[in-house]
C-alpha cells in the first residue's frame, strides 16, 4: 500500500465551527473523505467572535498559547486550539486561531453578521492568520507534505512559505486553490507593508495599483486548482487570467479543475438529524411533510400542492439574486411560493423585504439562518435555485439531489456539472438547466419545472433520478488522491 501523505488544509471556513457558505460544506467532505483514504490531513481556520468553543469542543495546547504575531510593526498574541471534525468512520484533528485583537472581536468572517458591512481590518486579519499557520507549524515540528490552501484568506501563506520560512519548510509542496476568481482579497498597497513579506513577493501581490493576495498564493504555489472542471476550464480560457495571471504559473502549468461530492452521512434524508420527518429513495412520502414544516417555519401558506422555490446563499449579483428578485412576481403569479435565505443582510434585503409585504404567506425571507434551516429548506421545497452570473463549484445542489429537490440552475462554472435537463417527453434528467443570465431563461426554466411538477408520473421519475444521482465524496476521491501523490513527488 503507497505511504499516506500528510496534508494541512489552511481556510477560512469550514463546517461544523463555520458556514458562511457552501465552500464550508464542501471541504468538510474533502476532509473526512481524504482522511478516510488513509491521508493523514489536518485542517487550520480561524476562531471568529460567534462560534462556540464549548459547543465546538475547542480546547487549548499549551505550547501553542500566546504565540507573537507581526503584524506592520506591532506582535499580537494568538493561541492556536485544538478541536475535531468527526463522522462515524473518521476524525480529522483540527486547530483552530484564536486572537482578541482580528478574529474573537469580530461576529463574522469578512463581514458583521448583523448589518453585512465588511470589517475595515480585513486586510490585518489574515495577515495575522496567515503568518500563524506557519508559526502553529514550527511549534508541532509538523512539516506536512502538502499545504493546501484555498481561497484568497489563505493565499499569503505560499508566499511565507517560499520566503521567511523556506528553510523549515523545504520538502512542503503547496496548493492554491482558487475558490472565486471574482474575491481576489483586494486592498490599499499599504496593506503589504504589513506583511513582513520581502520585497520579491511583494511585486507579485502589486496588481492594478492595489494589494492582491491572490495573487502571492499563485505566485508560489507548486499548483493552482479550483473547485470543479468547468470552472477551471473558464478561468484558463478568460482573457484577463491569460494575460495577467497564467505567466504566474509554472511554463505551460494550468488551473487544475477536480470535482467535489458531499458527505453522505451529513446530508442524507433517512437519517437527517435536523430532519421530524425522515424519508428515502424507496419511500419518499415523508417530503410532503417536511415540505409542510417548512412552509409553517417559513411563514408561508401551508399548501401541499404548491411549488416552493428556494435560493439559498449571498444576496449578490454574481450569484444572480437580482434576477431572482425580478423573477418573483410573475412566480407568484403562477402559485410558486418562494423562500429566500442568508447568512448575511446584504443591500438587496430591502428589495426582499418589500417583496414579502407585497405578497404575505408567499414569499419568506430569512437572514442568519442556522443548519437546522438549511437542512430543512433543502429537504421541504420542490426546487433549488441557482441563477448565478458565476460559481465555482457549489455545493448545495448536489445536497438537494439526495433529498428529491430540484436544481433549478444557470450552467456556469461548475454548478451544473452531474446534472442533466429534464426531458419531458423521455422522462429522463435530473435538473432543469438555463443557459442566460437574465430574468427570462430564468423565469422560464422554473415555470418548465412547474409543468413537470404538474404532471404526478413525469414529476415521479425526475424525483427519482435525482434521488439515484451519484453525488458522494467519491467524485471527488481519485482525483485528490492522485493530485496529492503526484505533488509528494514533485517535492521529494
Known amino acids: 500500500m503507497s505511504k499516506p501523505v500528510s496534508v494541512l488544509l489552511v481556510t477560512s471556513e469550514v463546517y461544523p465551527f463555520l458556514k458562511a457558505s457552501e465552500l464550508a460544506d464542501l471541504l468538510y467532505a474533502h476532509s473526512l473523505g481524504t482522511r478516510e483514504v488513509g491521508h ?3 485542517v487550520m481556520m480561524p476562531k471568529y467572535g460567534f462560534i462556540s468553543e464549548r459547543k465546538n469542543r475547542i480546547h487549548e495546547i499549551n505550547r501553542l498559547r500566546d504565540i507573537p504575531i507581526p503584524v506592520g510593526s506591532e506582535s499580537y498574541p494568538a493561541t492556536v486550539k485544538s478541536s475535531s471534525i468527526n463522522n462515524p468512520r473518521v ?3 483540527a486547530y483552530i486561531t484564536t486572537n482578541v485583537n482580528f478574529l474573537d472581536a469580530n461576529k463574522g468572517l469578512l463581514a458583521d453578521y448583523t ?4 470589517f475595515a481590518d480585513n486586510d490585518d486579519r489574515f495577515i495575522f492568520y496567515n503568518r500563524t499557520v506557519l508559526e502553529t507549524c514550527q511549534l508541532l515540528g509538523w512539516y506536512p507534505d502538502i499545504i493546501h490552501c484555498v481561497g484568497w484568506e489563505t493565499a499569503l501563506v505560499p508566499a511565507y512559505v517560499r520566503t521567511l520560512y523556506a528553510n523549515d519548510f523545504k520538502k512542503t509542496t503547496i496548493i492554491q486553490t ?4 471574482d474575491e481576489q482579497g483586494v486592498f490599499p498597497l499599504k496593506s503589504l507593508s504589513k506583511t513582513g513579506l520581502p520585497e520579491e513577493a511583494l511585486a507579485f501581490a502589486r496588481y492594478k495599483g492595489k494589494a492582491n493576495f491572490l495573487r502571492a498564493g499563485i505566485a508560489y504555489a507548486d499548483a493552482v486548482t479550483t473547485l470543479s472542471l468547468g470552472y477551471a476550464h473558464e478561468l484558463n480560457e478568460m482573457k484577463e487570467w491569460k494575460t495577467n495571471w497564467a505567466p504566474l504559473l509554472g511554463k505551460g502549468q494550468k488551473i487544475i479543475g477536480i470535482p467535489h461530492g458531499v458527505d453522505l452521512m451529513q446530508w442524507n434524508p433517512k437519517t437527517d438529524a435536523f430532519l421530524r420527518s425522515k424519508f428515502d429513495a424507496k419511500d419518499p412520502s415523508n417530503k410532503s411533510r417536511v415540505k409542510e414544516q417548512l412552509q409553517r417555519s417559513a411563514k408561508l401558506k401551508v399548501n401541499g400542492s404548491a411549488v416552493v422555490a428556494t435560493f ?8 444572480g439574486a437580482d434576477l431572482f428578485a ?3 412576481p410573475a412566480l407568484v403569479k403562477d402559485g410558486i411560493q418562494i423562500i429566500v435565505a442568508s447568512v448575511i443582510p446584504t443591500e438587496m434585503k430591502k428589495t426582499f423585504d418589500a417583496l414579502v409585504k407585497k405578497f404575505p404567506g408567499m414569499v ?5 439562518i442556522d443548519e437546522e434551516f438549511v437542512h430543512n429548506a433543502i429537504a421541504g421545497s420542490t426546487l433549488l435555485i441557482k441563477p448565478s452570473r458565476s460559481e465555482a463549484s457549489g455545493q448545495y445542489q448536489r445536497c438537494s439531489l439526495v433529498y428529491g429537490t430540484i436544481p433549478v440552475v444557470r450552467t456556469t462554472g461548475g454548478i ?3 446534472l442533466e435537463d429534464v426531458d419531458a417527453t423521455e422522462g429522463t434528467g435530473n435538473a432543469f438547466l438555463f443557459k442566460k443570465a437574465d430574468v427570462k431563461d430564468l423565469t422560464r426554466a422554473i415555470l418548465r419545472a412547474k409543468e413537470a411538477y404538474e404532471q404526478q408520473e413525469l414529476w415521479n421519475k425526475v424525483v427519482g433520478n435525482a434521488m439515484k444521482t451519484p453525488v458522494g465524496w467519491a467524485l471527488s476521491a481519485k482525483p485528490y488522491d492522485e493530485l496529492y501523490r503526484s505533488m509528494v513527488k514533485v517535492g521529494r
Open 40 to 42: 493523514d490531513l489536518r
Open 91 to 93: 476524525k480529522v484533528q
Open 416 to 418: 451544473a456539472e452531474g
Open 312 to 319: 439559498i446563499g449571498p444576496l449578490t449579483e454574481l450569484y
Open 364 to 368: 419568506s425571507v430569512n437572514f442568519g
Open 178 to 181: 482558487i475558490s472565486s476568481f
Open 326 to 328: 425580478e423573477a418573483v
Open 115 to 118: 448589518t453585512g458591512k465588511l
